[in-house]
Each structure stands twice: as structure tokens, then as C-alpha cells.
């Protein structure tokens, strides 16, 4: 079964902190996908990264930063000098390929609320 | 590019009518459309997968007489909330890939259904 877990519900830092926020997967296929997607108070899911599963090589971009461990299924997204205006919902999301079945449905973890304090 | 609107962004209906929620691909042909649903502070739950001119693939406990999808063209995935009632009430998102090796998938802006 796919599964995607965010095991923190809520985490809230003070501007210029650095904050990890932890992604857990379960999946029983070989080839897979990973995301990142950050969703604003506007609601709109805001694309940040992808990830297949044949590359675990860690990914810096600006102030973001992912790693990926595939010995410990994991997917965690790190956010350098948080700003203010990283206050959003994060969620981590799974897709499974099947080859020339695969339709790309996303397995969405809870999320994670995180609030940066001026 | 890659754009998909959904029409309208938020919708106050009575209980009992039926709502009708429009996804548009702006600027590519969308093999795959896929409508999501989400509670306040919860996550984003996949209701369907529509294939173009194909009938929707429903997920386990979502219901296909209350929640019509209809996928007619490449471009445009319209989910019908018939008969709604308040707990149907939510913010639904669709999002639409065009295939590819990547499947990638670009999401809606949302829908915002109020039903009073």
C-alpha cells in the first residue's frame, strides 16, 4: 500500500531559523516519484519539487534544500533562513509508476502547518 | 505554460442543487485530469481520475451518483455536486497532466463550495 506520512503537524520557528520538515513514504514499487508542494492561505498548491526514485542525489535550490534517503524512505525539505512568507502548509506527495499505466495519481501526506514568527 | 483554471473559485449554494466546478487546461491537452478534495486543515484526498472520452475512475467510498465528472475534451474536466448538502461543503482542486514520461501535475487554483 502507498503511504505517505508527515508526522509533524504543526511547526513554528522565528524568522532567519533553518526548519526540516520530515517526510516518511511507503511504497511497494521500484520506480516512484516524490513531491514537494507548498499551499499559501490562497489555497492554490504551489509546485516545488519532484523527485524519481532512481535519483537520490540531494537537491539545493536557493534557501530550499531536499534529501532524499531511500534507506529510511524518506523525503525531508529543509528551509534555510526561514522567512515570513514561508508561512504555509506543506505537503509531501507520492506517485507510483507503472510503467505505461501510470495515470500519476498523488498519495498526499497530512501536511505540515508551518508559521515563521517575524 | 502549463495553466489550469477552475471556474468558479467559490460558489454559496443552496442544500439540494446541484453545483457545477469547470477545470480548464489553458495551454496543453490534458490526458489525465484528477479532482481532489479538501477539508479545512486536512489533506488533499484524490475523489477520481478522468480520462478523456473515457468514463472516471472513482476511488474507494466516493460516490459516483453525487459527484459527476465528465472529461469531454483534452482541455476541459467539469465535476457536478449534485443534490449537495452541507457536509459536502469543501475546497475542491483538479489538476490535469498531459502524459509524458514525467506525468507531471499541474493543479488548479481551487473551489471553494459552500453549501448553506
Known amino acids: 500500500a502507498q503511504k505517505v506520512t508527515q508526522a509533524q503537524t504543526e511547526i513554528s520557528v522565528v524568522e532567519k531559523e533553518d526548519v526540516t520538515l520530515d517526510c516518511v513514504y511507503e511504497?511497494?514499487?521500484?520506480?516512484?516519484?516524490l513531491f514537494w508542494y507548498k499551499q499559501p492561505p490562497s489555497g492554490e498548491l504551489v509546485f516545488l519539487i519532484r523527485?524519481?526514485?532512481?535519483?537520490?542525489q540531494n537537491e539545493i535550490s536557493g534557501r530550499y534544500s531536499w534529501n532524499f534517503q531511500k534507506s529510511t524512505s524518506s523525503f525531508n525539505f529543509t528551509i534555510t533562513a526561514s522567512q515570513v512568507v514561508d508561512s504555509a502548509v506543506y505537503f509531501c506527495?507520492?506517485?507510483?509508476?507503472?510503467?505505461?499505466?501510470?495515470?500519476?495519481?498523488?498519495?498526499f501526506g497530512q501536511g505540515t502547518t508551518l508559521q515563521v514568527k517575524p | 505554460g502549463a495553466v489550469v483554471s477552475q471556474h468558479p473559485s467559490r460558489v454559496i449554494c443552496k442544500s439540494g442543487t446541484s453545483v457545477k466546478i469547470e477545470c480548464r487546461s489553458l495551454?496543453?491537452?490534458?490526458?489525465?485530469m484528477f479532482w481532489y478534495r479538501q477539508f479545512p486543515k486536512q489533506s488533499l484526498m484524490l475523489m477520481a481520475t478522468s480520462n478523456e472520452g473515457s468514463k472516471a475512475t472513482y476511488e474507494q467510498g466516493v460516490e459516483k451518483d453525487k459527484f459527476l465528472i465528465n472529461h469531454a475534451s483534452l482541455t476541459l474536466s467539469t465535476l457536478t455536486v449534485t443534490s449537495a448538502h452541507p457536509e459536502d461543503s469543501s475546497f475542491y482542486i483538479c489538476?490535469?497532466?498531459?502524459?509524458?514520461?514525467?506525468?507531471?501535475?499541474?493543479f488548479g487554483p481551487g473551489t471553494r463550495l459552500t453549501v448553506t
Open positions: 489538476s490535469a497532466t498531459g502524459g509524458g514520461s514525467s506525468y507531471e501535475q499541474y
Open positions: 523527485r524519481n526514485s532512481f535519483d537520490e
Open positions: 495551454d496543453f491537452q490534458a490526458t489525465t
Open positions: 511504497t511497494r514499487d521500484t520506480t516512484y516519484y
Open positions: 506527495a507520492l506517485s507510483e509508476a507503472h510503467g505505461s499505466s501510470n495515470t500519476g495519481k498523488l498519495i
